[in-house]
């Protein structure tokens, strides 16, 4: 009974010390630096601690599979964490498509005012349901269109363009509303769109970069269309069985890994437009409010209509307004 006793313990603290982060991207990613952060950050805040200190694997480069596969297994517990582009992740949870709705946010100080707030706390809660803990928001960034086949002054030069778009019916929505011929895709991409088989695709100008895509895409149109965050979290049942104090280094460290990663990501936004400029991209400043008054229509999508995720969307429209937010000292 002693050994049956010390054995359940041992166990719990073997897996508490060994666990896996997956991503999707490569090193230099903006989901590579949050990780790279957590890993530092919860290893060291856990060194001390009973059970500790937790170790982190990352697997990146999609060497787990796309996103979808990665929210999969950390549904089933083959994998304890992953920091997931939000689109993929509304197919689990639909309430997340909200935080993507069509020039939601006009700046960071919004972005971080709701996701930061109640409304993005209370999105993260929701994550539960399906067997996920939400733990922080980091970024990804203000997606832009690019496309190998002409420059986009207005949205009316979308027209028939096949662009890639996530797995996601909000963005599937949005650029078939816009006239593109939408194709959702997993990552990577780089081979569709030097084989012709996609004319284009959208993303932050860091995804742009870091992919190569400049080598198989010609035009660049800053559309700011969507803000995309990217969502971290861990298996729920996993979370659970930690104690306490580790389940606050482990949510403490998320965060403070996610603060870290914006500023990272907003530090570097110009200088990826500039490199990309540099490397011969054509790069264009869009008749945006051509793309927003089309964008309106989405309010009046089936991906909004289920009351609950209407509500929150109404709720987070509200929270966005410039006249809500309060720009933070200097």
């Not at 990352?58 to 060497?63: D, E, F, L, R, V």
């Not at 980091?138 to 979308?158: C, I, M, Q």
């Not at 895709?185 to 695709?201: C, F, H, N, V």
């Not at 869009?286 to 229509?297: H, I, K, L, M, Q």
């Amino acid at each position: 009974m002693i050994l049956a006793a010390m054995a359940v313990p041992a166990g719990q603290a073997w897996a508490a010390r060994q666990v896996t982060l997956a991503i999707v991207t490569t090193p230099g990613s903006a989901q590579h630096v949050a990780a790279v952060a957590f890993k530092e950050l919860v290893e060291n805040a856990t060194r001390e601690l009973p059970g500790g200190p937790l170790t982190v694997s990352i697997q990146h480069s999609a060497s787990l599979g796309d996103e979808t596969a990665i929210l999969q297994q950390i549904q089933l517990g083959a994998v304890e964490l992953g920091i997931i582009t939000s689109g993929p992740l509304e197919e689990f949870v639909p309430a997340v498509a909200v935080i993507s709705y069509p020039y939601l946010f006009a700046s960071h100080a919004q972005v971080d005012a709701v996701l930061d707030g109640p409304l993005g706390m209370q999105l993260l809660d929701q994550l539960g349901a399906v067997g996920f803990k939400g733990l922080a928001f980091s970024e990804n960034g203000f997606r832009h269109l690019t496309n190998s086949k002409r420059p986009v002054h207005a949205v009316a030069d979308v027209a028939g363009l096949k662009i890639r778009v996530m797995r996601s019916a909000m963005h599937h929505a949005l650029w078939r509303m816009l006239g593109a011929n939408p194709t959702p895709m997993g990552w990577p991409i780089y081979t569709e769109l030097a084989q012709g088989a996609l004319d284009g695709q959208e993303n932050p100008l860091w995804v742009v970069a870091e992919a190569r895509l400049h080598e198989v895409q010609r035009h660049l149109s800053l559309t700011r269309h969507v803000y995309s965050a990217h969502v971290c979290l861990a298996n729920q049942r996993w979370f659970d069985r930690l104690d306490a104090p580790m389940q606050q280094a482990v949510q403490t460290a998320m965060r403070q890994a996610a603060v870290q990663q914006r500023a990272w990501a907003r530090e570097h936004e110009a200088s990826y437009l500039e490199a990309l400029k540099a490397a011969g991209m054509q790069v264009t400043e869009p008749d945006v409010e051509s793309f927003r008054t089309r964008a309106a229509g989405m309010l009046e999508a089936p991906v909004y209509a289920n009351p609950a995720v209407r509500t929150l969307l109404l709720q987070v429209l509200d929270a966005a307004r410039p006249d809500a937010v309060r720009t933070p000292a200097p």
